[in-house]
């Protein structure tokens, strides 16, 4: 008697299991491109209101044009888990521009402040994916704001959804004197190629890119889907180093490098291979296994090059050198010198949040130094180019008014946080409010303390670790707690000791969980300093905090 041997379990690659979509999310997609979705706003959604919106519309292709319905704000974070998406909504959305590199011009960065003076209630976050995010966006006004973000360059398209989402890029892309080459051209060539490509807008989920020319590695290249990373190949000269698979979340997984060199006049192409594997081959059966990551760790990165090149590229890549951390901070602060005389100056606001007043009058202070040039950073930073050095001074006066400073504390330079509960569907605790105020008793406590190096604080409001809480110094994952009177309070899962490469670290790492541990949000600086202090005490000489805090005992991490 023979037996058969049972079928293996479709997990949805299209390539091999074909296309037959095998959950909701894939169906609504099979089912009409989510590009589609911009016509039915224009002709129908802006004109009949909130209520015309179908919930595939309404909670998933609106994503491809970058909005999501926003919370409703008397939903406490007890609920977060509990309601579905229609109870969540308010009948308000969060837009997310893309800015592909961060680069806007001071004409553009007005647009963006009249679009958030106008339609946003003055809202206006800086993302560390280098968008802009707005809120209290209504569905009426979303015609007028894609007009005019379109008719200055910009655009909203793929800024959400399982597509390829903003492109990552070095800040300092085509000024900086230690640039080894420079991604502004390879970047322009993926975005006039592909983004909106319907070809590319059905992936089994979102795709993250990063390219940077920069030997300061500042775009967290070990988190990303696919990054380019500048090397010089010692026949080929300067290209790129291939890295594949990165990602956070609940699962997290620092991206491999291939091995392979990339040449700037193939990077396009090679971006294009990947994510074309990722659109054939990812797993699309499971949402929370849908990440290019997922397949990377099954494949290994021998196998995923050998798809890469025989499969979609047709040719052999060059082997490579990998990249050497040379460059200095990877957040730019500061004032700096370009390749051409001028200056550049890196800004910190406070975790990133802005306003349209606050974009309109940089504009008007970074033309008043010579510039017309303005960059976000993946660190909800944002630089001013092309700085005559006569005007630097003046500039930095006249951005401190706005919390704008080149020469931030180190918790107000390094402490980033995610949208949180006030605007989060997927948010348990408050984050934005939390951590500025985290930062003010921190630089009274901590005054007293010289820290040769920022110890980064990244607050994030779900397991989902928008704020990379996994790489970070100390990272904060929002949860509730009880208090003593049995009511719920905001509070944090506490990992230590992550981080990305760097001067300060030779390799990437995620952080340890201290077991057990919870702070409770009105805690946060009474933790921070005490652990802060335990560091600065217990220390070897020259020892990092993320070196101290993997060899410290639990007791002192408490």
Known sequence: MTTSTP??????????DGTTPLNANEEFKAADNGLSVRQRVLDIYAREGFD?????????????????????????????????????????????????????TTGQLRTLAGISTDFAR????????????????????????????????????EACGDTPRVILGSPVAG?????????????AEIVERF???????????????AITGHPSLDVVHEINDISLVGVVHPELGAGYDLWVG???????????????????????????????????????????????????????????????????????LADGPAPAVNGGPGDHIGVHA????????????????????????????????????????????????????????????????????????????STMACTGIEYCKLAFVETKQTAADTITALEQRLADVELDRPISLHLNGCPNSCARIQVADIGLKGQLMKSADGADEF????????????????????????RGLKVAAADLPDYVERVTRAFVAGREPGESFAAWSHRAADEVLR
């Open 7 to 16: 079928a293996a379990r479709s997990n949805g690659q299209w390539a091999v």
């Open 338 to 413: 370009q390749k051409d005389g001028r200056r550049y100056v890196g800004l910190a606001p406070t975790v990133g949040r802005v306003s349209g007043d606050i974009l309109s009058a940089l504009a008007d202070a970074a033309e008043a130094a010579g510039s017309a040039r303005v960059r976000f950073t993946p660190h909800q930073k944002l630089l001013v180019l092309d700085v005559d050095p006569g005007r630097v001074d003046a500039l930095l006066a006249a951005v401190e008014p706005l919390g704008l400073t080149a020469n931030p504390s180190p918790f107000r330079r």
């Open 175 to 187: 000024i900086a004197a230690d640039e080894i080459v420079d991604p502004t051209p390879v970047i």
């Open 52 to 104: 015309s919106i179908p919930a595939d519309d309404l909670h998933g292709r609106l994503r491809w044009w970058g909005l999501y319905t926003q919370r409703r704000q008397d939903i406490d974070g007890s609920r977060t888990g509990t309601l579905g998406p229609d109870e969540l909504s308010d009948r308000y959305f969060m837009m997310r521009v893309r800015l592909d590199g961060g680069a806007v």
């Open 491 to 514: 509070a944090y899962q506490v990992h230590l000791g992550g981080g990305l490469a760097s001067v300060d670290r030779e390799d990437a790492g995620l952080g340890r969980t201290v």
């Open 195 to 209: 983004i909106g490509d319907p070809a590319l807008s059905n992936l089994p989920r979102k795709f993250k890119s």
């Open 246 to 316: 990165g990602g956070l979340s609940v699962s997290p997984r620092l991206a491999e490098r291939l091995g392979a060199f990339v040449t700037p006049a193939q990077a396009a192409e090679v971006w294009h291979g990947v994510i074309s594997i990722f659109r054939d081959y990812g797993y699309r059966r499971l949402r929370n296994k849908a990440r290019l990551k997922f397949l990377l760790a099954d494949w290994g990165a021998a196998r995923f090059r050998e798809v890469l090149e025989t499969e979609y590229l047709g040719y052999r």
């Open 122 to 157: 003055g809202t206006a976050d800086i993302s560390d994916r280098q968008n802009i995010q707005y809120h209290w966006i209504r569905i009426e006004d979303v015609p007028a704001i894609w007009e005019r973000l379109e008719a200055a360059g910009m655009q909203t398209t």
